[in-house]
């Protein structure tokens, strides 16, 4: 199994950007696909990015797709969330999660990381 942490997280004004990390220890990195998901208060989950274990397949929310960018670095068992032009409907909090594969759903994955908070001011 591989356990997920994330960082990165803020407070930024909006048109900001903020770059998440999520570092994953445990089982062969390589092994695994990895997506962002997102939780507001008071609304629930909702898929963000993901990325397939190789790093050449990947899959965005129409909300961010071309304004966020998930890549990985598979020598530093490391995935990223970039994330340029931040609007105050991003505001929630970020989670990393581990799959077999890459998908848009999030019961698919079985591994997750505690969250890190993304707050957007206008």
């Not at 890190?116 to 206008?122: A, E, N, P």
């Amino acid at each position: 199994q591989v356990q997920p942490v994330e960082s990165g997280g803020g407070l930024v004004q909006a048109g900001a950007s903020l770059r998440l990390s999520c570092a994953a220890s445990g089982d062969t990195f390589t092994h695994y696909a990895f997506g962002w998901f997102r939780q507001a208060p008071g609304k629930e989950r909702e898929f963000v990015a993901a990325i397939s274990w190789g790093g050449s397949d990947t899959y965005y929310a129409d909300s961010v797709k071309g304004r966020f960018t998930i890549s990985r670095d598979n020598g530093e068992d490391m995935v990223y969330l970039q994330m340029n032009n931040l609007k105050p409907e991003d505001t929630a909090v970020y989670f990393c999660a581990a799959s077999v594969a890459a998908s848009r759903i999030g019961k698919l994955y079985d591994y997750w990381g505690q969250g890190t908070q993304v707050t957007v001011s206008s």
